[in-house]
């Protein structure tokens, strides 16, 4: 069974560093093809897609918060980390992160995602 | 960059009801490349399709993907109390882009 589980702080300050670590199980990030994002969702807006680690450590961003963003892996430990600079209100919302398997394009599997608010 | 407009924004319908909710696509995308997702408060988001009409795994039959070239359609037939959600679809584009709609609420009537 996959499952994939958001961790971090519910609560950053302006201009700090959020890290979400994502830990998952029932597959390996090691196995070709595997690949794992990191999105996000604002209160009342639509999903906004962030990030992706491969297997083989190739790493993606998008192209509207790529200065701010870092992606990294720990396959011993089954997680994957994202950190954001500088957060902003308007940063605030529901971090998911989800998986994309061999051969696939798409998000087959979510975590339940993290509730980040910014505010002093 | 492509562009999903999805329609309606809010669809109000009774347990029981046919949903359909629509996906624009600013370009052509062919039929590959297609997503549908389900999203429900406090739970984990669901894939429902893939390449349009590819039906995700446990996906009950009463969903259903069609469209290409710009036109998505997901359509639901007898909905089920469960369904009530807010749904996006999403375009994929290579290496690494991924687009949304901006979702449709399916809300009980």
């Known amino acids: 069974q996959v499952t994939l589980k958001e961790s971090g702080p519910a609560l950053v300050k302006p201009t700090q560093t959020l890290t979400l670590t994502c830990t998952f199980s029932?597959?390996?990030?090691?196995?070709?093809?595997?690949?794992v994002s990191w999105l996000r969702q604002p209160p009342g807006k639509a999903l906004e897609w962030l990030a992706r680690?491969?297997?083989?450590?190739?790493?993606f961003y998008s192209t509207s918060l790529e200065t701010r963003l870092t992606i990294s892996k720990d396959t011993s430990k089954n997680q994957v980390v994202l950190t954001m600079t500088n957060m902003q209100p308007v940063d605030a919302g529901t971090y998911y992160c989800?998986?994309?398997?061999?051969?696939?394009?798409?998000?087959?599997?979510w975590g339940q995602g993290t509730l980040v608010t910014v505010s002093s | 960059e492509i562009v999903l407009t999805q329609s309606p924004g809010t669809l109000s319908l009774s347990p029981g009801e046919r949903a359909t909710l629509s996906c624009r696509a600013s370009q052509s995308i062919g039929s590959s490349y297609l997503a549908w997702y389900q999203l429900k408060r406090g739970q984990a988001p669901r894939l429902l399709f893939y390449d349009a009409s590819s039906r995700a795994n446990g996906i009950p039959d009463r969903f259903s993907g069609s469209g290409s070239g710009t036109d998505f359609t997901l359509t639901i037939t007898r909905l089920e109390p469960e369904d009530f959600a807010v749904y996006y679809c999403q375009h994929y584009d290579s290496p690494a882009m991924y687009t949304f709609g901006q979702g449709t609420k399916l809300e009980i009537k």
């Open positions: 989800a998986r994309i398997i061999y051969g696939g394009w798409h998000f087959d599997s």
């Open positions: 029932g597959f390996s990030l090691s196995s070709s093809g595997m690949r």
């Open positions: 680690i491969d297997w083989d450590d190739d790493k």
